[in-house]
């Protein structure tokens, strides 16, 4: 079946280490995404990619970073400069860029992030 | 800055309640308009979207959404709610140049039977 997987879907890290979470799409789409989402509030853009090798800050990036080497894989590191990284986050993908005309966004399942 | 504004953040309805979930917006240009819904335990997904045309959009199950483009509204709506609606809904709206889509707080809807 077509979708993204996100890996894992729990996870727990020290403090002052750094962490991956993995997402893979295989829709064939060219633009992927990672949000946050903390209770109350909407989701947040951290980091968007429009094609391969090529990706941009979100809203809240600092403290985050990606790669897109390959159209399907879109890996977000938290690193340990991130103030608060415990939080839901949601990757997604679209044919084109976000918000254009006729595009549809799709989500992955999530990932948790704990930090204790 | 653009921003999304969903009024409530929980509603809770009987079964064959009528529903209205607010979402207003601040941005003056042309706009593109979602309501996404998320099901306990599923992906979010897309229940409806606007991009021009007719203002009254119908979406998934029963729902539709209404764009008045003077009130900077996008409320989405569904005449008798059932049990299998429980989920939370999420206004989102992009407009302007840039690609980012902009996301209200999100609606927990509870549907009691």
């Known amino acids: 079946d077509g979708g993204i997987t996100q890996s894992p879907k729990y996870l727990f890290r020290k403090e002052g280490q750094n962490v991956t979470l993995s997402c893979e799409q295989n829709?064939?789409?060219?633009?992927m995404y990672w949000y946050r989402q903390d209770p109350g509030q909407g989701l947040r853009l951290i980091y968007y990619?429009?094609?391969?090798?090529?990706?941009q800050k979100g809203d809240i990036a600092e403290g985050y970073s990606v790669s897109r080497e390959k159209k399907e894989s879109f890996p977000l590191t938290v690193t340990s400069a991130q103030k608060n990284p415990t939080a839901f986050y949601l990757c997604?993908?679209?044919?084109?860029?976000?918000?254009?005309?006729?595009?549809?966004?799709?989500f992955g399942e999530g990932s948790w992030l704990t930090v204790v | 800055a653009q921003s999304v504004s969903q009024h409530n953040h929980h509603v809770i309805l009987s079964e064959a309640a009528s529903l209205e979930l607010g979402c207003n917006y601040s941005?003056?240009?042309?706009?593109?308009l979602f309501w996404y819904v998320q099901y306990p335990g599923q992906h979010l997904q897309l229940l409806l979207k606007?991009?021009?045309?007719d203002p009254l959009v119908k979406g998934i199950k029963g729902f539709e959404a209404e764009f008045i483009k003077s009130k900077f509204s996008f409320n989405l709506r569904k005449p008798s709610v059932q049990w299998s609606d429980t989920a939370e809904y999420f206004c989102?709206?992009?407009?302007?140049?840039?690609?980012?889509?902009?996301w209200g707080a999100g609606t927990k809807l509870i549907i009691k039977p």
């Open positions: 829709l064939n789409h060219d633009a």
């Open positions: 989102a709206v992009n407009g302007g140049s840039n690609y980012q889509l902009i």
């Open positions: 997604a993908s679209s044919i084109v860029p976000q918000g254009r005309a006729g595009n549809t966004i799709y």
């Open positions: 606007y991009f021009s045309g």
């Open positions: 990619s429009q094609i391969v090798n090529d990706f």
């Open positions: 941005y003056g240009g042309t706009v593109n």
